[in-house]
């Protein structure tokens, strides 16, 4: 089994500053198989990135993902107030994990 | 527009079992694999079990391995799971998901998710 491990756990930062959160997978990622998603409270799961670096129908682009291997970013240019939520990682190298998530909170 | 329903939660007793069923509509349902996504209480996410479009290839979670069962109903546009031998650590908001571009595999990202039912495992 792949294990994600999401960097930092909670990340404090104002509206308007950049994010950079981090994922680094147990193995090398064939084909950049990483995907991002965005959960809010009482609400599912949104798909942000998928194939390490691809945005999603309707993502704004100051969301972009990039990596390959072990090593995976998603980066927030400019955070917007709605941006503040949960953020998880997920390969589809074989059987999909999930990271345990960054929290992203307004300073 | 895309839509996932899911329906059959509630509260069971340790080793009971539970059907939850997931209602498609809005995509061709046969097209695509799907999954089943768990989140316990104030946890983050856990996938559960896949399954490709025609149901050739199904994989689990090691954690529910043995004891639950994932199924489809393509003519029906129903996705189900079968969970048996229910513990407490089963106790979840369970998600059905949908698999994000077309492949044999249900190794995929997930791009339209439902609300959910919630599972309650307790004495």
């Known amino acids: 089994e792949i294990v994600l491990t999401q960097s930092p756990g909670t990340l404090s930062l104002s509206p308007g500053e950049r994010a950079t959160l981090s994922c680094r997978a147990s193995?090398?990622?064939?084909?950049?198989?990483l995907a991002w998603y965005q959960q809010k409270p009482g609400q599912a799961p949104r798909l942000l990135i998928y194939?390490?670096?691809s945005r999603a129908t309707g993502i704004p682009d100051r969301f972009s993902g990039s990596g390959s291997g072990t090593d995976f970013t998603l980066t927030i240019s400019r955070l917007e107030p709605e941006d503040f939520a949960v953020y998880y990682c997920?390969?589809?190298?074989?059987?999909?994990?999930f990271g345990r998530g960054t929290k992203l909170e307004i300073k | 527009e895309m839509q996932l329903v899911e329906s059959g939660g509630g509260l069971v007793q340790p080793g009971r079992s539970l059907r939850l069923s997931c209602a498609a509509s809005?995509?061709?349902?046969?097209?695509?694999?799907m999954h089943w996504v768990r989140q316990a209480p104030g946890k983050g996410l856990e996938w559960v079990s896949g399954?490709?479009?025609?149901?050739?290839?199904?994989?689990?979670a090691d954690s529910v391995k043995g004891r639950f069962t994932i199924s489809r109903d393509n003519a029906k546009n129903s996705l189900y799971l079968q969970l048996n031998s229910l513990r407490p650590e089963d106790t979840a908001l369970y998600y059905c998901?949908?698999?994000f571009g077309i492949g044999y595999y249900y190794y995929s990202a997930m791009d339209v998710w439902g609300q959910g039912t919630t599972v309650t495992v307790s004495s």
């Open positions: 997920q390969h589809y190298d074989s059987s999909p994990t």
């Open positions: 193995q090398s990622l064939s084909s950049s198989y």
């Open positions: 194939d390490a670096s």
């Open positions: 809005g995509f061709t349902f046969d097209d695509y694999a």
């Open positions: 399954i490709s479009w025609n149901s050739g290839s199904i994989g689990y």
């Open positions: 998901a949908k698999s």
